[in-house]
């Protein structure tokens, strides 16, 4: 299964994908978790350790993906060498054996565009398609609804749409919503997040009802998410029992009921 997760700066997509990635790992899955945020900090978020975060490497498009010629003639795209070999070599581990891959960084001040990352990242989880049943690679992005008219989540399985009860995060998630349909992803979802109260969760589905949003998880407003943030820590060993921690895992059921109903009929 592949999951990537937009929405607006801030809205908390890199939380929603740390802590997903740590429940799945929990249930057994094999989990990559790829950063495409130029400013990665999902390797935090996770939990991974200082010693194996002074493992990551930004990967290179070339040391990972390669055209080849098929018997056909034509010219494909595929991986050099197994995820979990680039894993070896770029990535960290973080607990409950989650991968973690950085795949985009700055180039330096004035140094210019990195679309070519974005679109190695797009490459790459296309790779990624044919995976065993019992992984799942969860990508989180920057805050910017250029990753689809770009196309970086074009070849996912899901995607998560992350917005907070308020006006500009709706009207984010409002514009991401189409984007994606036209891109022509299978599965298009909103969850909302920092959920206070009734009237929070109303704005959102009063939005959302306007707008085709399908909202599929409401992860209330935890003091322990911002409290683990400022420890540097992962929120699921922060406060295993937190509210949010529970709701993301009701959030990973419905996504494996619906991603694995997918599979079986398909
Ligand atoms: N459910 C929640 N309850 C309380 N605080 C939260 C919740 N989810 C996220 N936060 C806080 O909101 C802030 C932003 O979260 P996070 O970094 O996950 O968002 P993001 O969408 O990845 O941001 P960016 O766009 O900068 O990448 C953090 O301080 C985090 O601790
Ligand atoms: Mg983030």
Redesign the pocket.
Known sequence: MRIALT??????????AATLARVYARRGYRVNALDG?P?P?LAA?IGVSDEQAARLRRVPREAILEERTDDAGHARLQLTRPLAEILQEYGATGPDDVGVLTMTGLLGAGRGCICGQHSAVRDVMEQLASSEAREITIL?T??SVEHLSRGTVRNVDALLV?TEPYYRSLETAGRVVPLAHELGLPAVWVVA??VRDGRDSEAIFQYGAGHGFEIIAA?????H??E??QLGRSVIDHAPDAA?VAAIGALADVIEDRLGAAVRTN
């Open positions: 929405g607006k700066g801030g809205s908390g997509k890199t939380t929603l945020d400013n900090n978020a989180d920057e805050a992350v997040n920092k992860i209330p407003f935890d003091a998410v911002a683990a943030d949010a």
